[in-house]
């Protein structure tokens, strides 16, 4: 706080810390209501700011709608798949950029960065027809391959600098007392890596778990829940969206409360 | 070490391979779908695309809206982070709540806004509390483009204000403070060494921001769908439509084609126009 | 226990040389510095030495070995880092006992050797904390026994001492060289610090362009440096360079003359300490611009002629700035420099 602050000045600074908190909060609060009021409160008029009847009911029934439960489970699928693809393929990458001087470490990087350029969902048109001859398409699999399209760059950029953060003495240290280069990668860099490469992962997931349009594109039955609510976004009420709606917002946003020291680091990092 | 020099490139050939198969190829699928008409090459599905009754609409709309979107981001993101940096105690309990839009999904935030704006919604009931309305009102229809317009902006505002403000704070924490005081030293005003020192030296970092942001941003979709349905084309949802309910993949990947060639001309003048100079990199 | 022997060792990244043809042997038990500037090759050569390091030719034989090919584990070294390179992630204890339990060796000799490291180091009281929790002198310790915990053949130390402040240093010095000697380790160390080499090392290594300029015992090197650059970077104040121009056998510095080894251009190289500073006209002439009492003594700074000089005199001596004075040196402890090759001259 600068304390060359007047007290006036001081009062207009916190009010419209308080506005942005506000106008930040009460979305997501007004969404939940909505989802937990169920169709009587959607249709309250005038509303108030407090739900007049609170229960989990609304959310249930929600739930319950055919092809909720098999949406989510596809979502969670294809989410948990992006992470291990991105993390398994984005870490060796990130560590070698890392770590080795080597020809052509620019060009991938490049080629990294290229997919800034572009947005990316869009290929799941091309992909779609791919998908279908080699029977990828509408699974939550073939999902999780166009998604870590999505969270690779990313994965590789952050592993980089997390594995940069590492003092390659350390590893170093571990050679000369014994340990051979992959064994030296597990008991040394893994361990101080993992704090980093679990964010990474957590990051990967909310990616895939918040995608809609390749999603959508890429299933017809098997819908992740993104592209489920979608789908049926026309012929639904309004309090079962705002029930979706907020079944989105929830993991990721507690996903990311667990997350959020490595926040800076991680989007620091990819948006430089 | 005794350098195997295949090391490396063992390393990152997993990424390559995937990304070559991934992205390049359906990079190269997409022009090559869009060009292919009944016998052979053609500007057909361009023709069909250009040709379509939502067309112009669409490209209006997606440019309206991400060129009105964008600069108020990057504004309110600006305002926010500098305001991060002046708070003491509780600034990490604020900064927590103002990125949480980060970990949203578009469609969530669409229908998140849908609860404020639909006809019986939260922004209705103030206003007839105000007494500025009789009753319920529908706004997000075609009768009323600019309130459905405005709608889908605070949606987009609201949703992804929080990438710009994370990647502006991290970009500040780059900057040694000493640059501010040394200013400070020599009597220039707050607003002076916001304009002065920390928005040069930021540079990097709105660069970096506003090509994130001005390619999803033409990417937009998800949020015009859950408040406006199909009453507000957009270049993405065209794309979405042809593929899905018209089953013409050809038009869409002409669509699809467009967007990209807009967003890599719009990366490419960020890169040109602001450009750091290496001698003047922090 | 084992001897080093490096054999016309080089190494060059692309087309820059950081080593040429360096040659060196280590006895079994002896303590050698690598002592030259930063840039000199000196760390190269010890993380070739290590197995860190590729060689662009030449052998490195340990104990008899040729270990070129070898990885650093199977080398049977111990290296302590500059930064200590002292594993975050695992206490005190499970740091010295890593590379015994790498090498699979009972738990109670493990515990046996890292208790008798600790005690070594004088930090058995630190055993169960973590890395984080400690100074950086503690640290250190912690580096060295658990380079010492696993009773290298030899042992390779880049830089240890450089993180520490001044006083801490001084310390470290003095418990290093008493748990080297007890241990008897064949030990390569480099670094930058004339005085921490000079203490330390039983010979030392004088390392510049990568090339090693001379090498020997301490006290011989400061005394007769081998070359001009050996005789600037021993020493504080460093070696004074005079040039001036001999015949008949005799150098003449103003009007003072001295014994020099050839005719023709020469150049003089003396010490702060082997000169007395005496009345104007009984030595070299010497213009005083800046006196600084240091306590032990007065460091001059000034000039003869136009060639900068700096002397000592006593910290009684009443020399004001600007005063003119001789310089007596003692002539059994002068150096003299070919000016174009820089290597000694030894008198005829």
Known sequence: MNPAMTPVRRLLFWTLVAVLLLWVLLPIWLVAMGAFGGRAAVFQWPKSLLPASLSFDHMAAFLAVEGVANAFLNSVIAAAVTVVLSVALGA??????????????????????????????????????????????????????????????????????????????????????????????????????????????????????????????????????????????SESPLHTRFAGGLLLILPSVLFVFAVRKWLFTVWGISGR | MAPKPWVPYLLIAPAVLFLGALFLLPLVQTLVLSLQGEGGLSFANYARMLGDLNFADALRNTFLLTLVVVPVQIALALLMATMIARIGAGRDLVLWVWVIPLAISDLAAGLAWLAILQSTGYLNSVLFALGLLDGPTPWLTQETPVVLFIGIALAEIWRATAIVLVI???????????????????????????????????????????????????????????????????????????????QNTGVAAAYAALIMLISMLATFVYLRVLRTPREQMA | MADILIDRVAKSFGAARALAEVSLQVADGEFVALLGPSGCGKTTLLRIVAGLETASGGRVVIGGRDVGALPPRARGIAMVFQNYAVFPHMTVADNIGFGLRMQKRPVEEVARQVGRAAEMLRISHLLDRWPAR???GQRQRVAVARALAVQPAVLLMDEPLSNLDALLRLEMRADLKAVLREAGTTTLYVTHDQTEAMGLADRIAVMHGGVIEQIGAPGAIYARPATRFVGGFLGSPPMNF???????????????????????????????????????????????????????????????????????????????????????????????????????????
Not at chain 1, 210 to 225: C, D, I, K, Q
Not at chain 3, 259 to 280: I, T
């Open chain 2, 168 to 246: 502006l704070v991290a970009g500040m924490q780059l900057i040694p403070k000493e640059f501010g005081e040394a200013a400070e030293v020599f009597g220039a005003s707050p607003w002076q060494r916001f304009r002065r020192v920390t928005l040069p030296l930021l540079k990097p970092s709105i660069q970096s921001a506003l090509i994130l942001r001005t390619v999803l941003a033409f990417e937009v979709f998800a949020v015009v769908y859950a408040l406006g349905g199909r009453n507000f084309p957009v270049l993405v949802g065209e794309a979405y439509v042809w593929q899905g309910e018209n």
């Open chain 3, 242 to 348: 005079l040039l001036c121009s001999a015949s008949g056998g005799r150098a003449a510095i103003g009007d003072f003359a001295l014994a020099a080894p050839q005719d023709g251009a020469v150049m003089l190289g003396l010490r702060a300490e082997d000169a007395v500073p005496v009345g104007a006209a009984e030595g070299i002439p010497f213009d005083v611009r800046v006196v600084e009492p240091m306590g032990a003594h007065l460091l001059l700074t000034g000039a003869v002629g136009d060639q900068p000089l700096r002397a000592i005199a006593p910290p009684d001596a009443a020399i004001a700035p600007g005063a003119r004075i001789g310089l007596r040196p003692d002539p059994a402890r002068l150096s003299w420099f070919d000016p174009e090759t820089g290597r000694r001259l030894e008198a005829a």
């Open chain 3, 134 to 136: 400690l100074s950086g």
């Open chain 1, 92 to 233: 060796p990458a990130g560590y070698a950029l890392a770590r080795y001087a080597f020809r052509g470490a620019d060009a991938f990087k490049l080629l990294v960065l290229l997919t800034r350029a572009f947005p990316l969902a869009i290929l799941a048109l091309p992909l779609a027809v791919g998908f279908i001859r080699i029977g990828l398409y509408d699974s939550p699999f073939g999902v999780a391959l166009m998604h870590t399209v999505l969270a690779l760059p990313f994965a590789v950029l952050v592993t980089q600098s997390l594995f940069m953060g590492i003092p390659r003495e350390l590893e170093e240290a571990a050679w000369v007392f014994g340990c051979s280069p992959v064994q030296a990668f597990f008991r040394v860099v893994m361990p101080l890596a993992l704090p980093g490469l679990a964010a990474t992962a957590i990051f990967a997931f909310v990616i895939s778990w918040n995608e809609v349009f390749a999603a959508s594109v890429l299933t017809v039955r098997e819908r992740t829940l993104t592209a489920y609510l979608l789908a049926v976004l």
